[in-house]
Each structure stands twice: as structure tokens, then as C-alpha cells.
């Protein structure tokens, strides 16, 4: 499960822009900022929404995952009946195909120094407490790069400045400066909790 941002100037035209064959792109539903909900592409369905990345071991995300697209540029929140409307979806999809709520990532997570959304200004913290993604605690620090790896985030050593903002954009926005002893923490939990079922291959 991919969650994206559209980064248009309206729902109406991003959904368009999904269903028009020049584009190249798609995604399985997009939800605008009053809640409204249009699926564009069925579940059992592959859509091109996720592009080049990873997750753990998954390399070609497209054929592994749905794609969620709310209407957004970034910088403003999500609205609360969009949100709304994204917890009643996702709630079904994890029922449906017994998704477990740490497969719930961003688009972030997965197109490392290539993609942003959905940015700082989404609320993984809200999704987690309705066991619709997850939340870290803090521990006993250790390496972090080592522990992304295995918490799913791709291990390439020229893309730990993009990790390192993709992981603070999802679980501590607005942090800065180099990689502390709180950043750590979070993550050792997340990779001792939550490790990636499809390790890295390479």
C-alpha cells in the first residue's frame, strides 16, 4: 500500500491525469481534499503509480502494491473529511487482502531521493493510532542505516541523505541536522518490531 499526493491544482484534474493513457501514470483511487472517492483502477489490477524504488526485497512496487492519491501539494494539511474517507478505505484494502499495517508506507519510503509526498504534513501518527500504519518507540539506539535496511528502506549508501529525510518527514517532522541518537532510537524499534518481510536482495 503506497500512499501519494497528487501535486495538482485540483482533485478533479488529477484524476483525470490518471485516467488519460498519454500520461503513463495511475493509481488505484484518488480522494480529494472533501472526502469524495473515485477508484480508478481495480484492486486486482496493476496501476503505474509507484514508479522506479524499493521496499525491502520488492523491486517492482507496481505489481505489489495499491496506490492511494489525495489530493494535495505538499504544504497544506489534509483536510479532516479526506482523511476521513482515506480510514475508511484503508481499513477495507487491509481487510480485504490482509495487509498488515506496517506494509502501509509512502511514497517516500519506496522512490528514495526521487519522490517527497506525503510529506511531513500527513499524519502517519493519526493512521497508527486506528492501527492503519504504525508508530515507533524509542530504544536503545544503534546503527541506523543498518536498521532501515532491515526495517524495508533501501540500503545504498548515496541515498542515506534521501533516507534520512524520508524518515524524518514520516516520523519526525520537522527534525533537522545530522543523524542524532533520537533518530536512532525510532528506528531500532521500528526495525526490531517491523523488520521487511522481502529483505533486500542486493
Same mark, same amino acid.
Given at each position: 500500500m503506497v500512499i501519494h499526493y497528487t501535486a495538482m491544482k485540483s482533485a478533479e484534474r488529477a484524476r483525470d491525469?490518471?485516467? $488519460?493513457? #498519454?500520461?503513463g501514470v495511475s493509481a488505484h483511487y484518488v480522494i480529494s481534499e472533501t472526502g469524495c472517492l473515485w477508484q480508478l483502477v481495480d484492486e486486482e489490477m496493476r #496501476?503505474?503509480?509507484a514508479g522506479a524504488g524499493r521496499w525491502g526485497g520488492i523491486v517492482d512496487m507496481n505489481s505489489r502494491s495499491i496506490g492511494i492519491e489525495l489530493a494535495n501539494d505538499g504544504a497544506e494539511p489534509f483536510s479532516e473529511p479526506q482523511m476521513d474517507a482515506l480510514e475508511r478505505l484503508l481499513s477495507g484494502i487491509l481487510e480485504r487482502w490482509r495487509i498488515a499495517p506496517e506494509r502501509v508506507i509512502g511514497h517516500s519510503d519506496m522512490a528514495l531521493g526521487r519522490k517527497i509526498d506525503p510529506g511531513p504534513r500527513f499524519d502517519w501518527r493519526r493512521l497508527a493510532r486506528r492501527g492503519l500504519s504504525i508508530w515507533p518507540e524509542p530504544r536503545q539506539p544503534g546503527d541506523f542505516f543498518a536498521d532501515a535496511a532491515r526495517f524495508g528502506y533501501a #540500503? $545504498?549508501? $548515496?541515498l542515506r541523505e534521501a533516507l534520512l529525510q524520508a524518515f524524518r518527514d514520516r516520523f519526525r517532522p520537522g527534525a533537522a541536522g545530522p543523524c542524532g541518537p533520537a533518530d536512532a532510537a525510532l528506528m531500532a524499534d521500528l526495525a526490531a518490531r517491523w523488520p521487511a518481510a522481502d529483505q533486500p536482495t542486493s
Open positions: 491525469w490518471l485516467c $488519460d493513457g #498519454a500520461s #496501476a503505474w503509480h #540500503a $545504498d549508501p $548515496d
